[in-house]
């Protein structure tokens, strides 16, 4: 083999494994992926039904019901507009409270119902995600503008 053809042969094995290891960054980055919805976006059928993603609000008071089980709750997360009913099996975090932040991450089901794997509840007086903040003041506002009208 000519010195010119290794050089090639060497550049396109090198630009081949290059392609294949990007290939694989973004295969996994992209199955790792998870998006925020608010419950309104949810509702407005703008959220993925039988794909993974997080949904975050308030838990509606009055919502929460333990089934017989016993790790099996069933509960309501609002963003003050909409409500989506969520069902979870685990043990809930400590500070999980009627009227409290929480963020839930799972999967929407055909009947509407989201399928909680995890429930993540606010350590604190004073925070809350912000992308549920970013969703409660959205919905506050889109409340204030049709009762103005």
Known sequence: MKPRHKKLAIITA???ALGVSAYLVLNAFQSNLV???SPTQVMAKEAPVGKSFRIGGLVEEGSIQREASGTTVRFSITDT???I?????GILPDLFREGKGVVA????????VFNADEVLAKHDENYMPPEAALALEEAAKAQKATSVQ
């Open 14 to 16: 090198s630009v081949a």
């Open 35 to 37: 998006f925020f919805f």
């Open 81 to 83: 507009s909409k409500t």
């Open 85 to 89: 009913q969520v069902v979870y099996t």
């Open 105 to 112: 991450q799972g999967k929407l089901g055909e009947n509407g």
